[in-house]
């Protein structure tokens, strides 16, 4: 079964940078360039909403409005993980960020759409941005 392993969380202040990562293992009858992966985040009290996404077997990647031309996804399939870069944090990025992974979806965005109630899950990993 596909694990997700995901780091980088912390306390910045507005205007800091970040670097997520999402390091996948547990690949048996296919691997990591089959899959989307994507960082969701959610701040209590809020429905999970999908921050950024990326499709492994071709690059396309879906950033939703709030984040675009801030955050940058990457992925590295030599070491099966996916970055989230975020910079010039906001005290509104504040949320518990969680990368998932799954195949089925038609399009990248979609998958950063969805709930992925059938995908894989990482454990969160806190961001705060102090203003």
């Known amino acids: 079964e596909v694990q997700l392993q995901a780091s980088g969380g912390g306390l910045v202040r507005a205007g800091g940078s970040l670097r997520l990562s999402c390091a996948a293992s547990g690949f048996t009858f296919d691997d990591f360039d089959d899959y989307d992966i994507g960082w969701f985040r959610q701040i209590p009290g809020k429905d999970r909403e999908g921050v950024s996404c990326i499709k492994n077997s071709d690059g396309g990647t879906h950033y939703i409005d709030s984040v675009k031309g801030r955050f940058t996804i990457s992925s590295d399939n030599a070491k099966n993980t996916v970055y989230l870069q975020m910079d010039n944090l906001k005290p509104e990025d504040t949320a518990v960020y969680y990368c998932?992974?799954?195949?089925?979806?038609?399009?990248?965005?979609?998958?950063?759409?969805?709930?992925?109630?059938?995908?894989?899950w990482g454990q969160g990993t806190l961001v705060t941005v102090s203003s």
């Open positions: 998932a992974a799954d195949r089925r979806y038609p399009s990248i965005a979609t998958f950063c759409q969805g709930k992925i109630p059938f995908g894989f």
